[in-house]
């Protein structure tokens, strides 16, 4: 099938391959225009851009899919679009220049966790099985019909990074499935069935954790929020990123945990622990501001042992 595919981020990489591997004409990809990176801001291609220009695909970078994008993608005469987390909506008429319309792989199960962040809000909620969903695009949300579905649990604590980079390659098996299915019945799908929850985008501020919460509860914002847009809690008024954070190990917990005042961090075993009202967390790796990340356990001894956090 001739296909034009539309994505950024590198978790958007695997479903091009896929494709390919799958024996289907990858004719264009969309991708967003090059972004500054790094402290010295230099331009820097897209994930995805990089992977087609790899593979000799033609590549139309643009932030918005407008008339132009829309133009480019008609003079390829796709008969599907596929569009894995490009960043940006698809609108008529681009939606029905290709002659199946298109076809997006989303990170939740559907209608669960429409929007920007399914994976991360999923996470956030405490949720361990995570989804794929590939469907059809149409003018509303995340609503289309459903090609296909599946999902995977994930151990408490998988960080939306890392959960992320697995449904990635996961979700290639339902993605090339779907378009099999289109190829086999054009009219293929099923409406969604359910209630529809709203995944919205992340800021900053939803990085803060929130210490007046259970340990299992703080564990799992902290997941969602890793590696964007960054964990973190305050320390002498100054934030205090979190980039690594987990449950102690072993069945109990470690001798002394009684002793810690409730949302104090301490030194216990070699180990700094960050107390809560219905259990502990260990603060496996920090990063102060203004400097690199380092072992938790060395901050904390920098500090006598003890420390507040907010």
Do not use: C
Not at 79 to 97: D, F, K, M, N, Q
């Amino acid at each position: 099938m001739r296909i034009v595919f539309a994505g950024t981020p590198e978790f958007a990489v695997p479903s091009l391959h896929a494709l390919r591997a799958a024996g289907h004409e990858v004719v264009g990809v969309v991708t967003r225009e090059d972004a500054p990176l790094g402290r010295k801001r230099v331009l820097t291609p897209s994930p995805v851009a990089v992977a087609s220009e790899a593979l000799g695909i033609p590549v139309h970078r643009a932030n918005r899919l407008d008339d132009e994008a829309t133009a480019w993608v008609r003079q390829l005469a796709p008969e599907l679009g596929v569009i894995v987390a490009y960043g940006g909506l698809v609108r008529e008429p681009l939606l029905s220049t290709p002659e199946l319309g298109w076809i997006n792989l989303h990170f939740s199960a559907l209608p669960k966790w429409r929007g920007a962040a399914p994976v991360q809000r999923a996470l956030e909620a405490g949720e361990q099985r995570l989804g794929v969903t590939v469907f059809r695009l149409v003018a509303a949300l995340d609503a289309g019909d459903i090609l296909t579905t599946d999902s995977r649990q994930y151990p408490e604590g998988t960080s939306a990074g890392a959960a992320l980079s697995d449904l990635a390659s996961f979700g290639t098996g339902a993605l090339v499935e779907a378009v099999e299915l289109l190829g086999a019945d054009p009219a293929a799908g099923a409406p969604q069935v359910g209630e529809a929850s709203y995944a919205e985008k992340l800021t900053r501020e939803d990085g803060r954790l929130d210490l007046g919460r259970g340990a299992r509860a703080v564990l799992a914002q902290w997941a969602a929020m890793t590696p964007e847009p960054g964990a973190y809690a305050m320390h002498d008024g100054v934030p205090l990123k979190v980039r690594e954070l987990r449950p102690p190990s072993g069945s109990d917990s470690p001798p002394g945990v009684d002793a810690i005042q409730a949302g104090a961090v301490g030194l216990l075993e070699g180990r700094a622990m960050l107390a809560l009202h219905d259990g502990m967390l260990e603060l496996v790796r920090v990063q102060p501001a203004g400097k690199p990340a380092m072992d938790g356990a060395a901050w904390l001894r920098g500090r006598d042992g003890r420390a507040e956090l907010a």
